[in-house]
């Protein structure tokens, strides 16, 4: 025998025997033509199916090669000649019984041997009765798990391995091709239910298996019903068994379970051109031929006859030499072709091996042995066997149960079971052909140790050119935050990092000028810190880890960057607020003066704050925060690639377990960032209008308070409200971080940018560049006020001295002196003249005149004061103290207070 273990399987066309009828051939073969033949006949029963289910009538040309190769073979049944007698089971049980009883069993001659009975249900029929009659019998077709029952089918033997060996291949596919989901679509009869059995047992641990069993005696659990409802199929599972007969395999279509999505897997015993719609008479298909092939293509069909191509076999035939003889007798036959035909030829070959050595033993024995004893008679022929007596079938048993010889199909053995012990599983698959026809291509077999193996031109990659197709498993992918969103957050992070780089450099360089000693140096720098912090903030909120302590660590050190950055960033802004609120609202001559380091005292208050929450988020169990895997509820479901692949997509959030208290927590340190901002509105509110230019950044001050507070409100709610969404979470969370910062950087530096740009000095605390021309004209209208003032004196010493005598001269008249509210008091008279209305506005305006003179003394005092705090001198109350901190006298802040608007005062 060769050693090359080929695939041998005969796809050219299938089962239905056209126009064969039992009535077409002689019930008894080879039949005796002259009188020279004197050989005994011995007579084996043929019984096939030529209709129902499964046909095998083509297997008649094998059997007939095969007798006429045995009665040639001298050495072989000497003096005998092996024929047989022919009958039809239908592949129906009660035909199959009928048709035992009348041909076998009540006709002569009796036959020594059964060969058949057509297909399993006929099979396991006949066998279950066939060891009542002493007869043995061989199946060449039948695979049937239950038939491996020795206690039930005593004398039977089978030339195919059973289809409870067909897991294993289904165990070498998943494992070979990463499947780990199988979805059985089952028959409830002999033939399956044990394989499905047997598949869940060995693929345990390998793969999944769902299963769908359908039973069409009952119309609430048949294939109709589930097929009308639609749950034949599992829809998470694209690889799928069909275990079934061809007729309900047609009826399984689904236009949506179609190649290269889904891969089925047949049986190859289905009759060739099986899923033609035009085949099937007893129920409508809504598809067409050309559908049904397009489903097929790419399908996988699993064959228990797959043979050696023996070279040496005892018929002295190769296995092309019988195929050569088969298709021309079954041509002349008129005969299809089937794919089990071969083992009908080596099932004869393995009676008349056993008839030979139970020959021998007949001429070994002589009368008075019990050995073939029958009905206390001697026998010693074998054509005198009885169905009464069973010494002859122990005896065909015996030797049949030992048999082992190489036949066509291989080496011909039986395990105890009576069931072939050397096979392979063949592995074929559906494809179309260069001409667009759909043919069944061999592409290996599987060994009974597990091993696939190849034929010469395919692999998986021929087997699946897209690539191997997903078995429906749902992945669980971690989805992190889309590349696009992570580069923008990048970008932004890292203009912040500038930013902030540029306004420590700008402290840094100019921290000697007026312009920054008024804003104080080191508040600033703490702010420019947090924000830094705030900026980095980022580039964790874009890092995403898909392991799980990796994201843990990032969760933890994102909330301490928040957190502490937040504080550092606002913290000096609150307290500079406080301050500027203090000068303006108490006016007290008395009242402490608040130094720079105070103010840094209490940042740091705040910032420990922060540091005692975030310790207790790793000291108690219940509040550390780690990565928590949870469903994406955007996209929880996605079909992506060639194949469409199903995935789950999850995302990892920072969370602490149990979740209640990790809400919790989170509220309070929400809560405690929203005490910091509340508290900075009203004084923000308080001193939006100080306008006084040593106190130059409180105006921004103002605008970062309400900007800031605004963005949080809007971060801390949509950043509740969307904690799940990835992708939504971390912009809101980046750029609500980002606007804080750079608003914060943006109207504490940018006018300072401006200002030093306008006097490069850093000493002008003006707001627009024409300072020169504004201070001109400033100066111009002083000296205007002051002459003028200086007439005005020079009149009111005229006045006063007038007024002594209680009279003012105005012309050649003299008026009265003036009252309290600029009013002339008249000299009461009982003259009455016309000219007293002029009189009397004259004299108002002249004191109107006067007292406006004390006003305008004052307004020239206070645009001295202006003119000196245009120049950046150390007047109104303003002093810059050694420690190049803003500080107030006592008499200063007095009189700052009384010209605030804040205390109503002006």
């Not at 006929?122 to 009765?129: L, Q, Y």
């Not at 089990?340 to 099932?347: E, H, N, R």
């Not at 109207?747 to 201070?775: A, H, Q, R, V, W």
């Not at 003259?831 to 004259?842: L, R, Y």
């Amino acid at each position: 025998m060769s050693s090359k273990f080929e695939v041998v399987v005969l796809f050219s066309s299938f089962v239905v025997a056209l126009g064969s009828r039992l009535e077409d051939f002689k019930s008894i073969y080879p039949s005796v033509k002259n009188g020279n033949d004197t050989r005994i006949p011995l007579t084996l029963g043929l019984m096939v199916s030529f209709s129902g289910d499964y046909v095998t009538s083509s297997s008649i040309a094998s059997v007939q090669i095969a007798l006429d190769l045995i009665n040639e073979n001298s050495s072989l049944l000497p003096g005998y000649r092996l024929q047989y007698k022919l009958t039809d089971s239908q592949c129906n049980q009660t035909v199959a019984y009928d048709s035992f009883f009348l041909k076998y069993v009540r006709e002569q001659p009796n036959i020594v041997g059964l060969v058949g009975s057509g297909c399993e249900d006929a099979t396991i029929a006949v066998a279950s009765i066939s060891h009542y009659f002493n007869i043995t019998q061989v199946s060449p077709d039948s695979a049937a798990p239950v038939l491996e029952d020795r206690t039930k089918y005593r004398r039977y033997f089978q030339m195919l391995p059973s289809e409870s060996s067909l897991p294993i291949v289904y165990k070498v596919l998943c494992t070979m091709f990463g499947w780990r989901k199988l979805h059985t679509i089952t028959a409830e009869n002999d033939v399956f239910n044990k394989v499905l059995d047997v598949t869940r047992g060995l693929l345990k641990g390998v793969a999944e298996i769902t299963s769908v069993i359908y039973n069409d005696a009952n119309p609430q659990n048949s294939i109709d019903y589930y097929i009308h409802n639609e749950r034949l199929f599992d829809e998470d599972t694209r690889i799928i068994e069909l275990a079934m007969y061809e007729s309900d395999a047609r009826k399984a279509y689904h236009k949506s379970k179609i190649s290269p999505k889904y891969v089925l897997i047949l049986r190859t015993w289905y009759p060739s051109g099986w899923w033609d719609p035009a085949n099937e008479l007893n129920y409508i298909l809504n598809c067409t031929k050309r559908q049904m092939e397009n489903a097929l293509n790419g399908a996988l069909s699993v064959s228990l006859d797959t043979f050696y191509n023996a070279e040496d076999s005892l018929s002295g035939l190769t296995f092309s030499q019988y195929w050569d003889w088969y298709t021309q007798l079954g041509d002349k036959l008129g005969l299809n072709y089937n794919h089990s035909d071969p083992t009908f030829f080596d099932a004869v070959w393995a009676y008349a091996i056993a008839l030979n050595k139970t020959i021998q033993d007949l001429n070994e024995q002589t009368c008075g042995t019990t050995s073939f004893m029958s009905n206390n008679s001697c026998q010693t022929s074998i054509e005198n066997f009885a169905y009464s007596n069973s010494a002859f079938v122990e005896r065909m048993f015996k030797h049949l149960s030992n048999t082992s010889f190489t036949g066509i199909t291989g080496n011909v053995s039986f395990t105890t079971n009576g069931i072939r012990s050397s096979y392979a599983i063949g592995v074929s698959q559906y494809r179309f052909n260069k001409a667009g026809i759909l043919e069944i291509v061999p592409i290996g077999y599987v060994t009974q140790t597990g091993e696939m193996i190849f034929n010469e031109t395919e692999s998986s990659e021929t087997i699946f050119p897209y690539g191997i197709p997903p078995d429906g498993t749902t992945f669980t992918v971690e989805k992190g935050i889309e590349k696009p969103l992570t580069i923008i957050m990048y970008i932004l992070a890292i203009l912040g990092m500038i930013l902030v780089s540029v306004c420590i450099g700008f402290t840094a360089i100019f921290h000697k000028t007026r312009l920054v000693r008024l804003t104080s140096p080191a508040l600033t720098m703490i702010t420019c810190s947090g924000c830094c912090l705030l900026y980095i903030c980022i580039f964790f909120a874009a890092i995403q880890s898909k392991a799980i302590l990796p994201t843990s660590v990032i969760c933890n050190v994102r909330i301490w960057l928040w957190s502490i950055g937040y504080s550092l960033a606002f913290g000096p802004i609150l307290v500079k607020t406080c301050r500027i609120y203090y000068i303006f609202n108490d006016p007290r001559p008395n009242k402490l003066a608040v130094k720079d380091w105070m103010l840094v005292a209490i940042v740091c208050i705040l910032v420990a704050i922060d540091v005692v929450l975030m310790i207790l988020t790793l000291s108690v169990p219940q509040l550390r925060v780690g990565a928590v895997l949870v469903h994406d509820l955007v996209n929880p479901k996605s079909e992506t690639g060639f194949f469409e692949e199903e995935t789950m997509n999850m995302i990892l959030v920072c969370e602490s377990t149990p979740k209640k208290s990790f809400q919790i927590w989170r509220i309070i340190l929400i809560a405690y960032k929203a005490i910091l901002q509340a508290s900075a509105i009203p004084l923000a509110f308080a001193i939006r209008k100080v306008k006084t230019k040593g106190l130059n950044d409180s105006k921004y001050l103002v605008a970062i308070v309400f900007i800031t507070s605004i963005s949080l409100a809007v971060i801390i709610v949509c950043y509740a409200a969307i904690y799940d969404h990835v992708n939504t979470s971390a912009a809101i969370y980046s750029i609500g971080a980002w606007i804080t910062s750079t608003t914060i950087l943006s109207l504490l530096f940018i006018p300072k940018f401006y200002y030093l740009y306008c006097d490069p000095n850093g000493e002008n605390l003006g707001s627009t560049c024409n300072y020169e021309e504004k201070l001109s004209s400033l100066e111009d209208r002083i000296n205007q006020l002051e002459t003028e003032l200086r007439t005005l004196k020079k009149t009111r010493k005229t006045i006063r001295q007038a007024s002594q005598s209680n009279f003012i001269l105005v012309g050649n008249d003299t008026l009265p002196p003036c009252n309290k509210n600029g009013i002339a008091e008249h000299v009461k008279s009982t003259d009455v003249s016309t000219e007293m209305g002029f009189e009397s506005a004259v004299e108002d305006n002249v004191c109107q005149r006067i007292d406006d003179d004390f006003d305008r003394e004052n307004t020239i005092a206070s645009l001295r004061i202006t003119s000196q705090s245009e120049r950046l001198e150390p007047a109104a109350g303003l002093v810059i103290e050694k420690d190049e901190t803003l500080s107030l006298t006592t008499q200063e802040s007095v009189f700052l207070a009384q010209a605030s608007p804040v205390t109503g005062r002006s």
